[in-house]
């Protein structure tokens, strides 16, 4: 069995950290209105899946629900945004800038790309989706 490489990671103020003990899926980039009013720009997350996440500190975290079916977790110290669940259950997405480097992770694809803002142009040559993208996008490969 290959040797799992634990992917860490935290806020700006230390009253978050985790560590994930799995695969992480590549970074996708969400352009979606929700992901821009909560970030300040677009979104970039990996994803684990939630038996993975380990959140060693905890003291910062709350989670905000940010629609019917799906939370968002930040720290309330300092204000960072760390993670996105949806309420059912399923992969927990990771904000890409949390995690310590090297990350292990690369960057494959734009999604929501229709609910972009307006002020900057999207020029890396990675697939453009107007939604969510094909399926499975949005899974942690296994
Ligand atoms: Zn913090
Ligand atoms: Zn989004």
Redesign the pocket.
């Known amino acids: 069995m290959a040797a799992t490489t634990k992917t860490c990671g935290g806020c700006l103020c230390g009253a978050v950290r985790y560590a994930v003990d799995g695969p992480m899926r590549p970074v996708v980039y969400?352009?979606?209105e929700?992901?821009r009013k909560t970030s300040g720009h677009f979104?970039a997350a990996s994803a684990c899946e939630p038996q993975d996440l380990d959140i060693v500190t905890s003291s910062g975290l709350r989670w905000y629900d940010s629609s019917a079916h799906a939370q968002r977790g930040f720290c309330s110290v300092c204000g960072a945004n760390l993670f996105w669940r949806p309420s059912g259950g399923g992969h927990v997405s990771i904000m890409a800038g949390t995690i310590d480097t090297p990350t292990g992770v690369d960057a494959i694809a734009h999604i929501?790309v229709a609910n972009a803002s307006d002020y900057y142009e999207l020029g890396d040559g990675l697939p453009q989706y107007a939604d969510g993208g094909p399926d499975g996008l949005g899974e942690v490969d296994p």
């Open positions: 969400c352009h979606c929700q992901c979104v929501f």
